[in-house]
């Protein structure tokens, strides 16, 4: 009796799982040959297959919406936020977790509040302080308040995950004559992949999608990013889905591309971490 | 020993060198250019892109003004329409707004109040063929105590019913109702062959609001009413009439007149149930046009015409008003350097003078300049009826583009939410008027 | 967990480390936060011209029905969000570490994917789904013989908040899941041992086992889910605008409807002040209701 019932509930969970990942990967393939119908054939069902894939949906995207630069200019501060968070994040959390000096815990709860921020409040303060500090419409605009705001993730990540790494390695190798710094990075940023592979991933994501400061901090159209560029298919009276489905592909394809990519990372890096842990 | 601290220096020396680099570069590209020339260019932010998959009136001028004017530099900002609110808000805001922009009839007394805006009328008088040439009254919008602040190019009607002409005469309307009571039994006919009378997208709340509300309102209160309520001189929203008009849209849901979807879906896809034969008729302004003749299935498209709501027996006001007049005008930032002015004017009446008014019309839109004989220009099949059935009408104001902006968008919401059962029309009338007294106080 | 001082590093070091984030956090957080703070004691409609009007935008708030209502609907979100995401996400994570789940590697790959789609594609998907004539949930209904369960999911405002966060717990999953793994795999070997057993007993017992191992993993995990639904907005706003009427306008939503609709900028940094008191005032709640602190 036990091992049918074993077996059901066995088939069961296979069900579940397979349910569940399905409804988590079917939402992408329908966007993708959503993006190739004509306009009126997705009026018409929008369930149906493209009779004739539209590439031209693709083109007109790169023209209208010129993704290709903003494509870019999302790769750039992306790319930047990602590097500058982890770095920041890292050794801030590291003395966090470590050490005991004034105003520790003052420090800790001014990051983590920030997790609590909802920008959209926070728009027009950014942008007078921006106005006064110069810093509108560069290249580099974006990065700061990325770092900024995913600084409170990253420390609250970093210093979570570096407490429950045992203290006394690094004591033996400080005993052993190594340098502090020496031993923030031979021993204990290696052991810190798990999050650094997480941190890769929501980062870059984070700041790829972002739009609330790309709008109001960017100017110049050759300074925009891919967030911007998809409301460029959606006008004041008008909107063509097909075209803007074209253009949340090319958005939504890099991240997912890049997630890819590190998700075996991701998971290397969690068993490591749990066999030195 | 020395190893780590070396590199975790270098890591942060390389990072920020890059980061520097970058910045320099970039500045080398936007403002590397001769300081001089760069305080002569126009800051000008509109929304009007000439790459758009919807081509516009105004995109086309304004690349022709450009080459006409190759001496004239700009430092442009186009923003989707959407974007545009928000960002125009944040600089208005800031005090940062650009020397040329585009602002809405509602936001005209807030930035006016803030000293932001540019009166116009100098600029206005200096040629009275442009000043002249437009339709009397487009201007009162964007005028507060005799100064003009703002230059609008078009000024259509925000309501107009489109109807599939088949579908009517199924319900055995072989012209449209012409009475309101008749407009409620074609409602009626229609509920019963299981076709959605009117397709309704109020996802974006303005909707009702500006293509329904403006109108019916008008209708049942008269326009000495609106205007009496925006200048604070006894009118109320709980008035007898008002209330009525209330309870005429809500009445619209009780009889089943729209789709079920309505406040999930956006002005585009109640065009779309309209297109595929679901819906007899949808309302919105003159925008429409363009957007059925480039999106519609062909037997849509030569079955459709145009219509405004019929006359309500009993009700007070003009029975042929229309709202309409008002939408986004030019205006410039008041801290504007006067050396710029000629070109700015030149520049506005180039893209608004009744020479671009004959390039609104060919793209299907009502233009606020007058055009001398129409009949030359060639116009498509639902443009040219909606310019017939325009000479019929007379415009009354758009609530959502005069009221504050709190004001309209309490009131978009209230709408809502009385369409949605959550108040009775009186219950809405009180809801709206203790706004309107909370903001007058 | 306290250091030896042989490992404290020089001074200079120390401040090397820490500073470059403090400084950064300061300027792009917490004096545009400081800011807003200062906007919400005026009246002010935008530009040069600002009325110092003390608290009144707080007592303004403080009665504010809209106010209040888009509170609760975040409570709603993060209700759910706490025992949807974090509980179906430990749920998968013990089905993920047993023996009798086939493709692991696939499951734990897909389920993250929607943690990297935006807010937007999200919002209009879903919109797509919930459609009530050309949705993909209706049509499913209808083609499984369910017509009855038809409902226009996104008009009714007594369904409308549960419509708009099931996308909300379903994006997330994948990421409480990732956290729980990580957890769980640095657990030790002898909970993996119970794994071998297959079947239910084996599930209850690793259930009973690593729930509490994991105590401290799901006490952030709670505290991480409270921070991100105080502030949802993004998709909510996609599919539905806040509507129908206000719905389902939550509080960020209404946060920018006042200042950037309305135009009362004072009254809108007022409003997110408040949405930062209440989002710290949970997460205290949810830390004594959790028991010990964790430091």
């Given at each position: 009796?036990?091992?049918?019932?074993?077996?059901?509930?066995?088939?069961?969970?296979?069900?579940?799982?397979?349910?569940?990942?399905?409804?988590?990967?079917?939402?992408?393939?329908?966007?993708?040959?959503?993006?190739?119908?004509?306009?009126?054939?997705?009026?018409?069902?929008?369930?149906?297959?493209?009779?004739?894939?539209?590439?031209?949906?693709?083109?007109?995207?790169?023209?209208?919406?010129?993704?290709?630069?903003?494509?870019?200019?999302?790769?750039?501060?992306?790319?930047?936020?990602?590097?500058?968070?982890?770095?920041?994040?890292?050794?801030?959390?590291?003395?966090?977790?470590?050490?005991?000096?004034?105003?520790?815990?003052?420090?800790?709860?001014?990051?983590?509040?920030?997790?609590?921020?909802?920008?959209?409040?926070?728009?027009?303060?950014?942008?007078?302080?921006?106005?006064?500090?110069?810093?509108?419409?560069?290249?580099?605009?974006?990065?700061?308040?990325y770092v900024a705001f995913n600084l409170s993730m990253a420390i609250f990540l970093f210093e979570n995950f570096i407490k429950t790494v045992p203290i006394d390695v690094e004591e033996a190798a400080c005993i052993d004559g190594s340098s502090s710094t020496n031993t923030v990075f031979r021993i204990v940023l290696p052991l810190?992949?798990?999050?650094?592979?997480?941190?890769?991933?929501?980062?870059?994501?984070?700041?790829?999608?972002?739009?609330?400061?790309?709008?109001?901090?960017?100017?110049?159209?050759?300074?925009?990013?891919?967030?911007?560029?998809?409301?460029?298919?959606?006008?004041?009276?008008?909107?063509?889905?097909?075209?803007?489905?074209?253009?949340?592909?090319?958005?939504?394809?890099?991240?997912?591309?890049?997630?890819?990519?590190?998700?075996?990372?991701?998971?290397?890096?969690?068993?490591?971490?749990?066999?030195?842990? | 020993?020395?190893?780590?601290?070396?590199?975790?220096?270098?890591?942060?020396?390389?990072?920020?060198?890059?980061?520097?680099?970058?910045?320099?570069?970039?500045?080398?590209?936007?403002?590397?250019?001769?300081?001089?020339?760069?305080?002569?260019?126009?800051?000008?932010?509109?929304?009007?892109?000439?790459?758009?998959?919807?081509?516009?009136?105004?995109?086309?001028?304004?690349?022709?003004?450009?080459?006409?004017?190759?001496?004239?530099?700009?430092?442009?900002?186009?923003?989707?329409?959407?974007?545009?609110?928000?960002?125009?808000?944040?600089?208005?805001?800031?005090?940062?707004?650009?020397?040329?922009?585009?602002?809405?009839?509602?936001?005209?007394?807030?930035?006016?109040?803030?000293?932001?805006?540019?009166?116009?009328?100098?600029?206005?008088?200096?040629?009275?063929?442009?000043?002249?040439?437009?339709?009397?009254?487009?201007?009162?919008?964007?005028?507060?105590?005799?100064?003009?602040?703002?230059?609008?190019?078009?000024?259509?009607?925000?309501?107009?019913?489109?109807?599939?002409?088949?579908?009517?005469?199924?319900?055995?309307?072989?012209?449209?109702?012409?009475?309101?009571?008749?407009?409620?039994?074609?409602?009626?006919?229609?509920?019963?062959?299981?076709?959605?009378?009117?397709?309704?997208?109020?996802?974006?709340?303005?909707?009702?609001?500006?293509?329904?509300?403006?109108?019916?309102?008008?209708?049942?209160?008269?326009?000495?009413?609106?205007?009496?309520?925006?200048?604070?001189?006894?009118?109320?929203?709980?008035?007898?009439?008002?209330?009525?008009?209330?309870?005429?849209?809500?009445?619209?849901?009780?009889?089943?007149?729209?789709?079920?979807?309505?406040?999930?879906?956006?002005?585009?896809?109640?065009?779309?149930?309209?297109?595929?034969?679901?819906?007899?008729?949808?309302?919105?302004?003159?925008?429409?046009?363009?957007?059925?003749?480039?999106?519609?299935?062909?037997?849509?498209?030569?079955?459709?015409?145009?219509?405004?709501?019929?006359?309500?027996?009993?009700?007070?006001?003009?029975?042929?008003?229309?709202?309409?007049?008002?939408?986004?005008?030019?205006?410039?930032?008041?801290?504007?350097?006067?050396?710029?002015?000629?070109?700015?004017?030149?520049?506005?009446?180039?893209?608004?003078?009744?020479?671009?008014?004959?390039?609104?019309?060919?793209?299907?839109?009502?233009?606020?300049?007058?055009?001398?004989?129409?009949?030359?220009?060639?116009?498509?099949?639902?443009?040219?009826?909606?310019?017939?059935?325009?000479?019929?009408?007379?415009?009354?104001?758009?609530?959502?583009?005069?009221?504050?902006?709190?004001?309209?968008?309490?009131?978009?919401?209230?709408?809502?939410?009385?369409?949605?059962?959550?108040?009775?029309?009186?219950?809405?009338?009180?809801?709206?008027?203790?706004?309107?007294?909370?903001?007058?106080? | 967990?306290?250091?030896?001082?042989?490992?404290?590093?020089?001074?200079?070091?120390?401040?090397?480390?820490?500073?470059?984030?403090?400084?950064?956090?300061?300027?792009?957080?917490?004096?545009?936060?400081?800011?807003?703070?200062?906007?919400?004691?005026?009246?002010?409609?935008?530009?040069?011209?600002?009325?110092?009007?003390g608290l009144d935008n707080y007592m303004t708030l403080i009665k504010d029905s809209y106010f209040w209502n888009a509170f609760l609907k975040n409570l709603l979100i993060v209700f759910f969000s706490v025992f949807g995401q974090i509980g179906i996400a430990f749920v998968i994570s013990i089905f993920l570490m047993s023996k009798?789940?086939?493709?692991?590697?696939?499951?734990?790959?897909?389920?993250?994917?929607?943690?990297?789609?935006?807010?937007?594609?999200?919002?209009?998907?879903?919109?797509?789904?919930?459609?009530?004539?050309?949705?993909?949930?209706?049509?499913?209904?209808?083609?499984?013989?369910?017509?009855?369960?038809?409902?226009?999911?996104?008009?009714?405002?007594?369904?409308?908040?549960?419509?708009?966060?099931?996308?909300?717990?379903?994006?997330?999953?994948?990421?409480?899941?990732?956290?729980?793994?990580?957890?769980?795999?640095?657990?030790?070997?002898?909970?993996?041992?119970?794994?071998?057993?297959?079947?239910?007993?084996?599930?209850?017992?690793?259930?009973?086992?690593?729930?509490?191992?994991?105590?401290?993993?799901?006490?952030?995990?709670?505290?991480?889910?409270?921070?991100?639904?105080?502030?949802?907005?993004?998709?909510?706003?996609?599919?539905?605008?806040?509507?129908?009427?206000?719905?389902?306008?939550?509080?960020?939503?209404?946060?920018y409807d006042t200042s950037f609709k309305s135009f009362k900028l004072g009254y809108g940094s007022t409003i997110s002040v408040g949405i930062m008191i209440l989002s710290v005032g949970l997460i205290v709640i949810s830390r004594l209701i959790g028991g010990k602190k964790r430091d």
């Open positions: 009796m036990t091992k049918t019932a074993n077996r059901i509930s066995q088939i069961a969970i296979n069900v579940f799982l397979f349910a569940v990942s399905l409804s988590c990967i079917f939402p992408l393939i329908w966007m993708l040959y959503s993006s190739l119908k004509t306009s009126q054939e997705f009026d018409l069902n929008i369930m149906s297959l493209p009779s004739k894939p539209q590439f031209q949906n693709y083109i007109d995207a790169f023209e209208i919406g010129k993704m290709g630069t903003y494509f870019w200019n999302s790769a750039f501060v992306s790319l930047f936020t990602v590097i500058f968070t982890i770095l920041f994040g890292f050794f801030t959390a590291y003395i966090l977790a470590r050490f005991k000096f004034p105003f520790r815990n003052v420090i800790y709860f001014m990051f983590l509040t920030g997790m609590l921020i909802p920008v959209h409040g926070l728009l027009i303060p950014i942008f007078v302080e921006f106005k006064a500090l110069g810093l509108l419409d560069k290249r580099i605009t974006l990065i700061f308040p810190c992949m798990p999050v650094i592979s997480t941190s890769i991933i929501l980062f870059f994501l984070g700041a790829w999608n972002e739009f609330p400061f790309a709008l109001v901090l960017i100017k110049s159209a050759e300074l925009r990013t891919l967030p911007i560029g998809l409301t460029n298919f959606n006008g004041q009276y008008t909107a063509n889905y097909t075209q803007m489905l074209a253009a949340m592909v090319i958005v939504v394809l890099p991240v997912v591309v890049v997630y890819l990519a590190f998700a075996k990372k991701v998971m290397q890096g969690m068993t490591a971490g749990a066999v030195k842990g | 020993m020395k190893k780590g601290f070396k590199r975790m220096t270098a890591m942060m020396l390389i990072s920020s060198l890059v980061l520097v680099a970058t910045a320099c570069g970039s500045n080398d590209a936007t403002e590397g250019t001769d300081e001089a020339k760069a305080t002569s260019k126009i800051k000008f932010m509109h929304m009007y892109d000439k790459n758009s998959s919807q081509p516009s009136h105004q995109a086309e001028l304004i690349e022709q003004f450009k080459a006409a004017n190759p001496d004239v530099t700009f430092d442009e900002e186009i923003q989707s329409h959407d974007n545009y609110e928000t960002k125009i808000k944040t600089l208005a805001a800031a005090n940062e707004l650009p020397d040329v922009f585009l602002v809405k009839p509602s936001m005209v007394s807030t930035f006016v109040e803030n000293g932001l805006l540019l009166p116009l009328n100098d600029q206005l008088d200096k040629n009275t063929a442009w000043k002249e040439g437009f339709n009397e009254g487009v201007l009162d919008p964007y005028t507060i105590d005799g100064k003009t602040y703002g230059i609008q190019m078009t000024g259509g009607p925000t309501h107009v019913i489109y109807y599939n002409k088949e579908l009517i005469a199924n319900a055995g309307f072989s012209e449209f109702p012409k009475t309101w009571t008749e407009f409620e039994t074609l409602i009626n006919k229609l509920v019963e062959q299981k076709i959605t009378p009117i397709a309704l997208g109020n996802k974006g709340k303005w909707v009702a609001n500006s293509s329904y509300m403006s109108t019916l309102g008008d209708r049942f209160t008269g326009t000495e009413w609106f205007t009496s309520l925006i200048d604070n001189k006894g009118a109320k929203f709980t008035d007898p009439e008002f209330v009525q008009a209330l309870g005429a849209l809500k009445n619209l849901v009780t009889i089943g007149a729209f789709n079920k979807d309505m406040n999930s879906i956006d002005n585009n896809q109640q065009r779309t149930l309209y297109y595929n034969g679901k819906a007899a008729m949808f309302i919105e302004g003159n925008w429409a046009v363009t957007a059925i003749e480039t999106s519609a299935p062909k037997e849509i498209i030569e079955n459709t015409a145009v219509a405004v709501f019929p006359a309500i027996e009993g009700a007070k006001g003009d029975q042929n008003s229309v709202s309409g007049g008002g939408g986004w005008a030019y205006a410039v930032n008041t801290n504007i350097d006067p050396a710029k002015l000629d070109n700015i004017q030149k520049l506005i009446q180039s893209v608004t003078d009744s020479e671009a008014a004959k390039l609104m019309l060919k793209y299907g839109d009502i233009p606020s300049s007058k055009v001398e004989n129409i009949e030359g220009i060639e116009l498509t099949p639902i443009s040219k009826d909606l310019l017939k059935l325009l000479e019929t009408t007379k415009y009354s104001p758009i609530y959502d583009t005069r009221l504050s902006p709190a004001l309209t968008e309490a009131m978009n919401t209230i709408l809502q939410e009385m369409m949605i059962d959550k108040y009775t029309p009186e219950q809405a009338a009180e809801v709206l008027q203790k706004e309107y007294d909370n903001e007058m106080k | 967990m306290e250091s030896s001082p042989a490992m404290r590093p020089k001074r200079i070091t120390f401040l090397i480390y820490l500073l470059p984030s403090v400084i950064l956090f300061a300027f792009m957080v917490l004096v545009p936060v400081i800011l807003a703070v200062r906007y919400s004691f005026f009246n002010w409609s935008g530009g040069p011209k600002m009325e110092f009007i009798v789940v086939k493709w692991k590697g696939f499951h734990r790959t897909v389920i993250f994917i929607p943690v990297v789609l935006s807010s937007v594609v999200i919002g209009f998907l879903w919109g797509m789904i919930f459609n009530q004539d050309a949705g993909m949930l209706n049509w499913l209904l209808s083609s499984v013989g369910l017509e009855s369960w038809i409902r226009p999911w996104l008009d009714d405002p007594n369904i409308v908040m549960f419509s708009v966060t099931v996308p909300i717990v379903w994006q997330y999953i994948g990421f409480y899941l990732i956290i729980f793994l990580a957890a769980m795999q640095s657990i030790n070997s002898e909970v993996y041992e119970m794994a071998e057993l297959d079947g239910a007993t084996g599930f209850k017992k690793m259930l009973y086992i690593t729930f509490p191992l994991l105590s401290d993993t799901i006490k952030i995990a709670i505290m991480l889910c409270i921070a991100g639904n105080m502030k949802a907005f993004d998709s909510i706003f996609v599919m539905t605008g806040g509507g129908p009427g206000s719905s389902s306008t939550v509080m960020a939503q209404y946060a």
